[in-house]
C-alpha cells in the first residue's frame, strides 16, 4: 500500500513562490508515475504535472513555465515548486501516484493519493 503525505499548505502574496512536498512509501512499483492535481471551489480538477519514473516532467499549460515538479528518490519525496503564482492558482492541492499499468490515466484518478493541502494566492 503507498501512503502519500504532503506538506502543509500555505498562503502568498501575486508573484510570490511556494514549494509543496509530498513524502511517499510504499512499494516503488505503485509509484512509478507520480503527480500533482488540484482543485478549486466550483472548479474542475485540473492536472498540473506529472513525471513518469525518472522521465521528463510534463505540465499543465496553465502553469508551465513558472510551476516545476521534481523527485528526490533518496528521500523519496516529490515535490512542487510553484513560482510566479497568481490568484488563479489558489485551490486545493494533491499528489498522487499509481503503478506503471495506470499511468494513462489523469492524475485525480490514481489509485493513491494524498491528504491534500491548501494553497491560498492573494492578489
Known amino acids: 500500500q503507498v501512503q502519500l503525505v504532503e506538506s502543509a499548505g500555505g498562503s502568498v502574496q501575486a508573484g510570490g513562490s511556494l514549494r509543496r512536498s509530498c513524502a511517499a512509501s510504499?512499494?516503488?512499483?505503485?509509484?512509478?508515475?507520480m503527480g500533482w492535481f488540484r482543485q478549486a471551489p466550483g472548479k474542475k480538477r485540473e492536472e498540473v504535472a506529472r513525471v513518469v519514473n525518472d522521465g521528463a516532467p510534463r505540465y499543465a499549460d496553465s502553469v508551465k513555465g513558472r510551476f516545476t515538479i521534481s523527485k528526490d528518490n533518496t528521500k523519496d519525496t516529490l515535490y512542487l515548486q510553484m513560482n510566479s503564482l497568481k490568484p488563479e492558482d489558489t485551490a486545493m492541492y494533491y499528489c498522487a501516484a499509481d503503478a506503471a499499468g495506470d499511468c494513462g490515466r489523469w492524475i485525480y484518478e490514481f489509485n493513491y493519493r494524498g491528504q491534500g493541502t491548501q494553497v491560498t494566492v492573494s492578489s
Open positions: 510504499g512499494p516503488t512499483y505503485n509509484r512509478y508515475c
